[in-house]
């Protein structure tokens, strides 16, 4: 009984980091990454689909990338979602090619990334808490009645206690790479 309730704790906590690490992946860090695109939609025949169902996305080097457009028809979409992403991105146009020159980083635009990212990690810290939280109140209830003992209480409780110690701190660690990505150039 114990054992489904830290179970299901813990793959929510895990989903919970899993988010918060994809949430930080598409902050720029001032180098040019494929992965900066993922987040944007483009509209394509009347719906919105992922960028990189009509595109591919590369990084030739630190300060571009490169969009590679499937459909010629689409070029102007694609241009128009980068640009509207608020990413700070403007692409130039080169037939099925656009070109996506990353500007460089302020000193001021970095510490707000940094910020930024304390706040999204301090809502991951938060989501854990929460988790952890219910599934202390589920071992409660299970303990009420009698459907474990009290001991299988603590024992789950310590258990649970453990893997949002272990969450946090891997979300925690993503924090410090992250920031330092942002930071040095």
Do not use: C
């Amino acid at each position: 009984m114990i054992d489904e309730v830290t179970k299901d704790a813990e793959a929510r906590m895990q989903k919970s980091r899993e988010t918060f690490q994809q949430e930080i992946t598409v902050i720029r860090t001032g180098r040019a990454t494929p992965s900066l695109l993922d987040p944007i939609k483009v509209e394509y025949y009347g719906t919105n689909v992922p960028l990189r169902q009509v595109a591919s996305v590369g990084a030739p080097d630190a300060r571009l990338l490169v969009v590679q457009v499937f459909d010629r028809n689409a070029v102007p979409n694609v241009e128009k979602a980068i640009r509207s992403a608020e990413l700070g991105l403007n692409p130039l146009v080169d037939g099925n090619l656009l070109r996506v020159p990353i500007p460089q980083l302020t000193e001021e635009r970095r510490k707000e990334l940094v910020k930024y990212v304390h706040k999204i990690a301090e809502e991951g810290r938060v989501a854990i808490r929460n988790i952890r939280r219910d599934a202390n109140d589920m071992a409660k209830d299970l303990e009420k009645e009698h459907e474990i003992s009290e001991d299988a209480l603590h024992k789950g409780q310590e258990e649970i206690q453990k893997l949002t110690d272990k969450y946090i701190k891997q979300i925690d660690e993503l924090v410090k790479h992250k920031e330092k990505d942002i930071l040095e150039d």
